[in-house]
């Protein structure tokens, strides 16, 4: 069975700080995958997708990065955080064709820069 | 472009009342469309899902309609719960080359007893 871990649950950093999140999914090959951020009292934003090794595409101008240097590894980077990142991380996956119809979540990751 | 509109909640309810939480979609293509739930402090979970016109989703008693002729995919359930208060999602993917999936703003629910 396929399943998706991101970690770490949660963290605490200060301002200017590096940020890498880290969503790995098994069970399954060629993924899209996807990094959502779930502000305080607010939606889901689309951050970033991918579709293959190498492949991003950012949805939003920010102060954040995204990797994918294997097929199923999937990370979100920033080199210097600022206040407004904080906010509940979610990795994402589907599959392609038709199984792509369900979209499978990470346990999501707490980020709290102070 | 693509994009999910939900009903600001939140929507507060007694205990076996009926429950509608409203949701369009502007959309190219024929998206598949779903319902998240996201329980305090959880993240979110597959709730039901519909992949094409007049497709009926249902799952622990919710129930929503692919309507394409109106673009909408409203969440409904015959009696709510207390154990039912969470956020719910609506959300549309894309089947084409793009795979974006679009997410509503989220509706609160708060059920009380």
């Known amino acids: 069975s396929q399943t998706i871990h991101q970690w770490p649950a949660t963290l605490v950093q200060p301002v200017g700080s590096p940020l890498s999140l880290e969503c790995t999914v098994e069970g399954t090959s060629n993924p899209n995958l996807y990094w959502y951020r779930q502000a305080a009292g607010r939606g889901l934003q689309l951050l970033f997708y991918?579709?293959?090794?190498?492949?991003i595409s950012s949805e939003v101008p920010q102060n954040l990065s995204a990797s994918r240097p294997q097929d199923r590894q999937f990370i979100l980077s920033s080199k210097k955080l600022l206040l407004s990142d904080s906010g509940f991380y979610l990795c994402?996956?589907?599959?392609?064709?038709?199984?792509?119809?369900?979209?499978?979540f990470g346990e999501g990751s707490w980020l709290t820069v102070v | 472009g693509n994009s999910v509109t939900q009903m600001e909640g939140p929507v507060t309810l007694s205990e076996e009342a009926f429950l509608t939480i409203n949701c369009t979609y502007t959309?190219?293509?024929?998206?598949?469309l779903f319902w998240y739930v996201q329980y305090p402090g959880e993240g979110l979970q597959l709730l039901l899902k519909?992949?094409?016109?007049?497709d009926k989703g249902s799952n622990k008693g919710f129930e929503a309609t692919y309507r394409k002729e109106t673009t909408s995919f409203h969440l409904e359930k015959g009696s709510v719960q207390v154990s039912d208060s969470a956020v719910y999602f609506c959300?549309?993917?894309?089947?084409?080359?793009?795979?974006?999936?679009?997410f509503g703003s989220g509706t609160r629910l708060l059920v009380r007893p």
């Open positions: 519909a992949t094409k016109a007049d």
């Open positions: 994402a996956w589907t599959g392609i064709g038709t199984s792509g119809n369900t979209i499978y």
């Open positions: 991918s579709v293959g090794i190498g492949q």
């Open positions: 959309a190219t293509g024929y998206p598949s």
């Open positions: 959300a549309l993917k894309r089947m084409d080359s793009s795979y974006k999936l679009i």
